[in-house]
C-alpha cells in the first residue's frame, strides 16, 4: 500500500515542473466547461425534459399521499399543470425508497428542486472522489481532489447524469462508501452503505453474491437489512400494496418498454436486438429489424447473456478476491452494471471505480506498453457519447428512412450502440490482467529476496 503511494509520488515528482500545472489548468477549465454546459438545461426548454422529473413527481406523490406509481404524465398534470413536452409514458420505475429520500425536495418548486439536486450532485461526485483517493491509498489534497473532480465532471457519463438530473452520482458515492468500509474491515459499515445503494436503485446487488462466496456474512447481512428496513419504511409512509405493486409489476413492465432500445447496452437487450429488432414504443431511438426475426424467442433468452455473465463474473471476482478484496469490488461493479436489466450511458459514472484502480495499477507498473494502450483504448470507448454513437449509426443508415423520431438502419450498425458493453468488458479484462501481473510480480519479489530463482 504504501509502496504504490511512493510509486506515484516519484512519477509526479519526476514531471517537469510546468507539466503539472499546466494539465491541472486544462482539466479545470474543461469541468467549468462542462458545468456551465450543465446549467444551460436549466432553461424553459429543457428542464421538463431531464429524467429528474420522475424523482419530482414521485416525491411529491409521497408528500401527498397520492398512488406513488400512477402513470407518470397524470402527476404531471396534477402538481406540474400544463408542459410542452410529454413525460414518460409509464409510472416512475424508481424504488419506493427514493420517494422517502427525495421528499425534502418535493417542498420546493421544480426549479428550485433541479437545482438543489444539481448542487448535491457536485457534491456527490467531490466526496466520491475523495473517498476513491482514499481506497487507492492516495493522499487526497485538495490540489488532488479538485483536478479529479473537474476530470469527473467533463467526462461523458458524469455530464450525462448531471444533465438528467439522474441517480447514478448518489449511488456512486454509496458503493465508494461501501468499498471503503469493506476494505478496512468494517463489515457492518460497508452492507450498510451496499444496501443503501441498492435501496436506490437495484443494480449493485451482485456485490452481495461476492460477500457471501467470502463469507463476510456481516457485509451480506447489514446489506439485507438495510434493503429490508429501507422498503419497510417506505411500506409505512406509502402503503404496502405500492411496494408490492413496484417489484412485482411496475419495475419489470417499464424495464420491458427499454430494453430494446438502441441506448440500452445491458447484458439483458441481446436477445431482444437479435431476435426482435432494436427499438422502444416509449422512447425515440435508432430503429432496426432483427438478425433472425423471432420474438417468441427473445423474452426466453433474455437471461442466457447476463447470467452466464454474472456466472462469469462470480467466478473471476472470487478468484481475484483471493488477492485483493479492491479489484474483486471493481470487478463485480463491472459486472453490475451490465446484468442491470437496463443500462444507459450514464450508468458508465460507476465504472470511475475500476477505471481508478487500473489507473493505479498501471502507475504501479509503470505504464507498461501493451496495457497502457488497452487501458486508453478502453477509456475511449467509455467517452463516447450516447448523441455520437446514434449519429455515427444514423449516418450509416439509409437517408431515405431517416425519419425524426425512428431512423432504420441495417441491423450490423446497431452494433456501434454496444460501444459501451465493450468500454466495460474491457475494463473487467484489465482488472483481472493488472490484478494478476501485480500477484505475479510480488511472488517473484520475495522469491528474490529470499535468494530463490525467479
Not at 67 to 73: F, K, N, Q, W
Not at 152 to 161: E, I, T
Not at 275 to 290: E, I, N, Q, R, W
Not at 400 to 415: N, S
Request: net charge positive; charged share 10%; proline share 7%.
Amino acid at each position: 500500500m504504501a509502496e504504490s503511494g511512493h510509486v506515484i509520488k516519484r512519477i509526479v515528482v519526476s514531471m517537469p515542473s510546468f507539466v503539472k500545472p499546466v494539465l491541472a489548468t486544462l482539466i479545470a477549465i474543461l469541468g467549468v466547461l462542462s458545468i456551465q454546459r450543465v446549467i444551460q438545461y436549466f432553461a424553459p426548454d429543457f428542464i421538463y425534459q431531464k429524467d429528474f422529473i420522475q424523482e419530482y413527481l414521485l416525491a411529491k406523490a409521497v408528500l401527498t399521499g397520492t398512488d406513488p406509481y400512477a402513470p407518470l404524465p397524470d402527476l404531471a398534470a396534477r402538481f406540474l399543470g400544463p408542459l410542452a413536452n410529454e413525460v414518460f409514458l409509464h409510472p416512475t420505475p424508481h424504488p419506493p425508497a427514493v420517494g422517502l429520500l427525495f421528499a425534502p425536495l418535493g417542498l420546493l418548486s421544480y426549479q428550485h428542486a433541479v437545482q438543489t439536486w444539481f448542487v448535491i450532485q457536485l457534491a456527490l461526485v467531490a466526496a466520491s472522489v475523495y473517498g476513491v483517493l482514499r481506497c487507492l491509498a492516495v493522499r487526497p489534497t485538495p490540489f488532488a481532489v479538485a483536478t479529479c473532480f473537474f476530470l469527473a465532471v467533463s467526462w461523458s457519463p458524469f455530464f450525462q447524469d448531471l444533465v438528467l438530473g439522474q441517480l447514478m452520482t448518489l449511488k456512486l458515492a454509496l458503493l465508494v462508501g461501501a468499498w471503503y468500509s469493506i476494505r478496512s474491515g468494517r463489515d457492518t459499515g460497508g452492507g450498510v452503505f451496499l444496501g443503501a445503494a441498492i435501496a436506490v436503485k437495484f443494480i449493485a446487488w451482485p456485490l452481495v453474491l461476492l460477500l457471501a462466496v467470502q463469507r463476510r456474512w456481516k457485509a451480506v447481512a447489514a446489506a439485507a437489512v438495510t434493503v429490508i428496513a429501507a422498503n419497510g419504511v417506505a411500506a409505512m409512509v406509502i402503503g404496502s400494496d405500492a411496494v408490492t405493486a413496484y417489484y412485482t409489476k411496475v419495475g419489470p413492465q417499464v424495464s420491458s418498454l427499454y430494453r430494446g432500445h438502441a441506448s440500452n447496452f445491458s447484458a439483458w437487450s441481446l436477445a431482444a436486438r437479435l431476435f426482435a429488432g432494436t427499438d422502444s414504443p416509449v422512447m425515440c431511438g435508432v430503429k432496426a429489424a432483427p438478425a433472425w426475426s423471432s420474438p417468441e424467442l427473445a423474452g426466453p433468452l433474455a437471461c442466457v447473456a447476463p447470467v452466464a455473465l454474472l456466472g462469469v463474473g462470480l467466478f473471476a471476482a472470487a478468484r481475484l478476491a483471493r488477492f485483493s478484496i479492491d479489484a474483486a469490488f471493481a470487478f463485480m461493479v463491472c459486472v453490475s452494471i451490465l446484468v442491470s436489466p437496463v443500462a444507459w450511458n450514464c450508468y458508465l459514472v460507476l465504472s470511475a471505480i475500476p477505471a481508478a484502480l487500473v489507473a493505479k495499477r498501471l502507475v504501479e507498473r509503470q505504464f507498461p506498453v501493451g496495457l497502457t494502450n488497452a487501458a486508453i483504448m478502453a477509456g475511449v470507448l467509455l467517452m463516447v457519447p450516447p448523441d455520437t454513437l446514434n449519429r455515427a449509426m444514423i449516418a450509416m443508415g439509409d437517408p431515405a428512412l431517416v425519419v425524426p423520431c425512428r431512423p432504420v438502419v441495417p441491423f450490423p450498425v446497431t452494433a456501434i450502440s454496444l460501444v459501451p458493453l465493450a468500454g466495460v468488458l474491457g475494463l473487467m479484462w484489465l482488472v483481472w490482467t493488472l490484478e494478476r501481473l501485480s500477484v505475479r510480480n510480488e511472488v517473484v519479489d520475495v522469491q528474490r529476496a529470499k535468494g530463490l530463482p525467479g
